[in-house]
């Protein structure tokens, strides 16, 4: 399965002490000419833990009270972590759950510059 830059998808997220992976959610933040030619994927994880959304510049709060987080595909309101990104084969991908609007993917944008410190 080919996915999309904005894509929410549920994936087999490693670890980070690599003892093993869970499936979770997360946000496609690779460019699609590379999601369509490469095998591997880069994905932001998305969590449920939210408190530090609000404050942290490196993070996005998807409110799924609003229609853009309807969109998400999101069960409970969540903060993309931009700070927290993952590269993944594409079979690890299981389904995308949803989507995330043009001006939503615009704040994405500034969380990574944050995170990656980008002019």
């Excluded at 490196?58 to 590269?87: M, N, R, Y």
């Excluded at 043009?102 to 990574?112: F, K, T, W, Y």
Aim: hydrophobic share 40%.
């Amino acid at each position: 399965m080919i996915v999309r830059r904005g894509d929410v998808v549920l994936a087999d997220l490693p670890f980070t002490d690599r003892t093993g992976s869970k499936r979770r959610p997360a946000l496609v933040v690779q460019c699609d000419r590379n999601n369509q030619r490469l095998d591997d994927v880069i994905v932001a994880m998305i969590t449920s833990v939210v408190q530090r959304s609000t404050t942290e510049p490196t993070q996005l709060f998807i409110d799924i009270a609003t229609p853009d987080g309807k969109q998400s595909g999101l069960l409970h309101s969540s903060a993309v972590k931009c700070e927290h990104l993952i590269t993944l084969h594409q079979q690890f991908v299981g389904r995308v759950i949803g989507r995330l609007s043009g001006s939503m993917m615009e704040q994405v944008d500034a969380c990574l510059k944050e995170s990656l410190e980008l002019t």
